[in-house]
C-alpha cells in the first residue's frame, strides 16, 4: 500500500514538471521572435554591431561621455567663480577618409555638456548659425539687431544692435587615424582653448583600434 501511495507521488511530480516544462518552451517560443527581430532592427547604440566596420555608435557614445565627465571634473573650472562660457567648434577630420562627417562626436558632447554642466558651463551658439538664424527668423528693423536709420520700419524706433556674450572658450576635435592590414587605430583628440590668450585650458582624448 505504501508502494502505491509513493509511486502515485512520483507519477504526480513528474506530471508537475512535464506540463511546467511545457509551459516554459511554449512561452519561449511564443515571445522569442519578436525581441530578437527587434534586436537586430534596433540594436543598443552603446554596443558593437558585428555587422558594422570602422568607428561605431559605441566609439561616439564612450568618447563624448569620457569627455564630458573628464571636463566638468576639471579643478580650474569648479574653481572658476564665473561660468566657462564655450562654443563648439568642428571636428578637424585628418583620418584616411577626409570626406567623412564626424562633427557626431562633438555634437553629442555638446548635448552631455548642456545637460551635465548647468551653472558651470555656458554653452554659445556658433557665430556662423547664429546669423544664419537670425536672418532667417528676425526682421531687420524691428528687434533683428540692426538700426532702421530712415524710418522704414513702420514708424518704429528700432534699437541699437544689444551686445553679444563673446565666448570665452572654444571646444573642438581632431580625429587622425593609422590605418593597417588587419586594423584602423583611430585617435579622437578634444581641446579646449582659452580665446583670451591662446593657452590650452583643457585636453583628452578617445583612442580605439578597430578590424577594417
Given at each position: 500500500m505504501a508502494t502505491n501511495r509513493?509511486?502515485?507521488?512520483?507519477?504526480?511530480?513528474?506530471v508537475l514538471l512535464t506540463t511546467a516544462s511545457l509551459a516554459l518552451a511554449g512561452l519561449a517560443a511564443g515571445c522569442s521572435d519578436k525581441p530578437h527581430e527587434y534586436?537586430?532592427?534596433?540594436?543598443?547604440?552603446?554596443?558593437i554591431d558585428s555587422r558594422d566596420r570602422g568607428l561605431q555608435s559605441k566609439d561616439v557614445v564612450t568618447a563624448s561621455d569620457k569627455m564630458a565627465m573628464?571636463?566638468?571634473?576639471?579643478?580650474?573650472?569648479?574653481?572658476?567663480?564665473?561660468?566657462?562660457?564655450?562654443?563648439?567648434?568642428?571636428?578637424?577630420n585628418q583620418s584616411s577618409d577626409p570626406r567623412a562627417n564626424l562633427d557626431i562626436f562633438l555634437r553629442?558632447?555638446?548635448?552631455?555638456?548642456?545637460?551635465?554642466?548647468?551653472?558651470?558651463?555656458?554653452?554659445i551658439e556658433n557665430?556662423?548659425?547664429?546669423?544664419?538664424?537670425?536672418?532667417?527668423?528676425?526682421?531687420?528693423?524691428?528687434?533683428?539687431g540692426e538700426r532702421d536709420p530712415y524710418g522704414q520700419a513702420g514708424g518704429q524706433t528700432s534699437s541699437a544692435v544689444p551686445a553679444r556674450i563673446q565666448p570665452d572658450y572654444?571646444?573642438?576635435?581632431?580625429?587622425?587615424?593609422?590605418?593597417?592590414?588587419?586594423?584602423?587605430?583611430?585617435?579622437?583628440?578634444?581641446?579646449?582653448?582659452?580665446?583670451?590668450?591662446?593657452?590650452?585650458?583643457?585636453?583628452?582624448?578617445?583612442?580605439?583600434?578597430v578590424e577594417r
Open positions: 509513493t509511486n502515485h507521488k512520483r507519477y504526480s511530480v513528474l534586436g537586430k532592427q534596433r540594436p543598443p547604440v552603446d554596443e573628464d571636463l566638468l571634473s576639471d579643478p580650474n573650472l569648479n574653481a572658476s567663480k564665473t561660468q566657462w562660457t564655450v562654443v563648439v567648434d568642428h571636428v578637424d553629442r558632447l555638446r548635448t552631455n555638456l548642456a545637460q551635465q554642466g548647468r551653472g558651470r558651463v555656458q554653452l557665430r556662423q548659425k547664429l546669423n544664419e538664424l537670425q536672418s532667417r527668423e528676425l526682421d531687420p528693423g524691428a528687434g533683428g572654444s571646444l573642438y576635435a581632431r580625429i587622425s587615424d593609422l590605418p593597417n592590414r588587419g586594423t584602423t587605430y583611430y585617435y579622437v583628440e578634444f581641446t579646449l582653448t582659452d580665446l583670451r590668450n591662446r593657452t590650452i585650458a583643457w585636453t583628452n582624448a578617445y583612442e580605439v583600434k
